[in-house]
């Protein structure tokens, strides 16, 4: 790490520690109360809520509540029914009684849509409101995945692909797995977190996307590029992190059936179990028949039973205390594969068994926000490739303390984790390893204006196998005027490799030999963001960058005497572009999005580059949305796929481009919204273009080629959601 950057990371930190001591002796107390007034015309308002980042209270009859906060900066998001809503930034280090009038609202609509901009973002550790964040972290809102939900109910691979910059990619044909890349990363550089807990484990697993029913969830928060300095090794490429809902006293039903076999029934609920403890409960079966689109004899779509139960409960006493606990179960029998040339018959089976737990608790104590996070995962495999079988288990114990507080413009958090990785399978020797990881973090987030904020994070962790990291990143928010707002982040990480990779996926670990004299992944990359806001037309534009050294690939015998996986000398190089364009209008959401990747490697033995395989060029979207409070919505979306280069391919280097068109339409009748959607309406599909199968068996062990666009083809899904 080179002393510039070293520089860049340490200044906002020693100027915290270095300020004045008449400065930080007003930041002696523990605490501060602001005692709230909501007004209106005069008149007291009772039951107005009062959110301070994701703390919530309720004005008293009298239209008074009294805030204990941390001395510094807040900003005060204030609402009642039929009230126009208001938010206020306080600076403050002694009690402080404040008044905030309400305006009457013009327009309902109006109203609704100024509530849902405070969105309040957790990936980035000191939580903030979205649009003071120095951090870029996109917000899928609930509006975004319920209408994701009506598309695929049981998981949230669409809707993770359909957002700007992230890519899910299949990494096993025959049983549909997926991982999600950032930014033309590969998907293992992607960490996958459950309100900021490690739930499906260090490393998720390719088909732990297809796992997760987005029903109970309240927002998606993505971090792109490196983020080891906030989450550790796994997140060298971006975080994406999965925020639940909270307690709200209503139930939901989701039954949901496919053109092609599948079937969802989902169940959602929630409310209060005292004055301060709240629950929520998911539960989901979904199941697909085998379906054989193009009339191969190989499945395009894996037949599968799958189970999922989720309870959370929560607690919060209003005043700087909260607990969050939550465990989970799914139960998945997966089955795939088919005729082979020669007749032969090639059957993948996997069979997954996950359960999980995980807690987070929150108090303030001696003027500083404790919090502790705590989770385990353990999880069971048996899978079949042919006549191969593959028995594993894999767990992940993750824990961690942490303390914030505010001095001046500066918010401080300061930390230690421990991590436990391990993995032991029961029929392929070799592989089996425990890794524990013990690390430090520090932040600052510094906002010396209402113009500029910058936010340093630095973290070290302490690998039992490959030795010991720095993790340093530093982004910075400037707003200079007439809405607009640039963001510049610069940071940098690191990977523990593993066997499990996204070819390893595809064909297991029997046809390799164990892992010998590896060395982590490290990489470093940059972005800046500049975005506009124009009325109710949001624009945005971003350019990035990263190098990672030392990648690992995954070696054919036609170079080695066996299959292995190595790191490859020099750089793999990814660079890009990404447009967003947003208009909301009631009753009209119309979001644009284009992204541009140039992604380059070095191939083994060679001094060669290559682009980077299943790397489109290009990718846009397109989808306008129209909705009416109380009645329904219909939407249209358009995604265009570009290039992409091919490996191992006998029927093609380069891919087709393709385009995807969906439509859904949704109705409201009492309790009860009845949808349907198209997908794929065009029926771009790999098939049509290349068979799947292959004339042999590959030099990986492999009878398919790589899913470069949809297998699955078109697809109209219908169904209701009832609730009460």
Known sequence: MSARFTFLIALPLLTALLAPADARAQTAPDSVTVSLTVTSGG?????????????????DPAGRADLRLLPGRHRLNVSAEALEPASVAINTHRDTTITVALAPAEDEHEHEAEELEAVIVTATRSEQRIEDAPVRVEVLAREEVEEKMMMTPGDVSMMLNETSGLRVQTTSPSLGGANVRVQGLRGRYTQVLSDGLPLYGGQSGSLGLLQIPPMDLGQVEVIKGAASALYGA???????????????????????????????????????LSGRWGYTFLGGAHGQRTADVDGDRWADLPSYARGVVRPRLFWDDGQGRSLFVTVGATAEDRNGGGEIPGGARFAEELRTRRADAGLVARWLTGGALLNVRASAMGQRHDHRFGEVRERDRHATWFGEGSAAWTRGAHTLVVGAALQREAYAARDVPGFDYTFAIPSLFAQDDWHPAEWLGVTASGRVDRHSEYGTFVSPRVSALVRPGAGWNVRASAGGGYYAPTPFTEETEAIGLAPLRPLEGLKAERARGASLDVGRTLGDLELNASVFGSVVD?????????????????????????????????????????????????????????????????????????????????????????????????????????????????????RTIGRARVFVNG??????????????????????????TDAWAPLEGRVINAGVRLSW
Not at 251 to 271: F, H, I, K, Q
Not at 688 to 703: D, G, I, M, N, Y
Request: glycine share 8%; no cysteine; hydrophobic share 35%.
């Open 234 to 272: 796994s997140a060298l490429g971006g975080v994406v992190n999965l925020v639940s809902r909270r307690p709200a006293d209503d139930r939901e039903l989701l039954l949901n059936a496919t053109t092609l076999g599948g079937a969802d029934a989902v169940l959602w609920s929630s409310g209060a």
């Open 679 to 704: 997908e794929n309406l065009l029926d771009a599909r790999q098939t049509r273009w290349q068979p799947l199968v292959l004339p042999a068996r590959s030099a990986e062990r492999r009878w398919t």
């Open 550 to 666: 030392d990648a690992l690939q995954l070696v054919v015998p036609e170079l080695t005497t066996d299959l292995g996986l190595v790191n490859v000398p020099g750089e793999t190089r990814t660079w890009g572009t990404e447009a967003l364009l947003r208009y909301h209008r009631e009753p009209w959401h119309v979001t644009a999005t284009h992204t541009y990747v140039r992604a380059t490697e070095p191939q083994f033995r060679t001094s060669e580059r290559r682009t980077v395989p299943l790397t489109p060029r290009h990718q846009s979207g397109l989808v306008a949305m129209w909705e009416a409070e109380g009645r329904g919505r219909l939407g249209l979306e358009l995604y265009y796929t570009g290039l992409q280069s091919l490996e191992d391919n006998p029927y093609r280097d380069q891919s087709r481009p393709y385009l995807v068109v969906g439509m859904l339409a949704e």
């Open 43 to 59: 008149n007291p308002i009772s039951a107005a809520e009062v959110r301070v980042e994701s703390r919530s209270w309720r004005t």
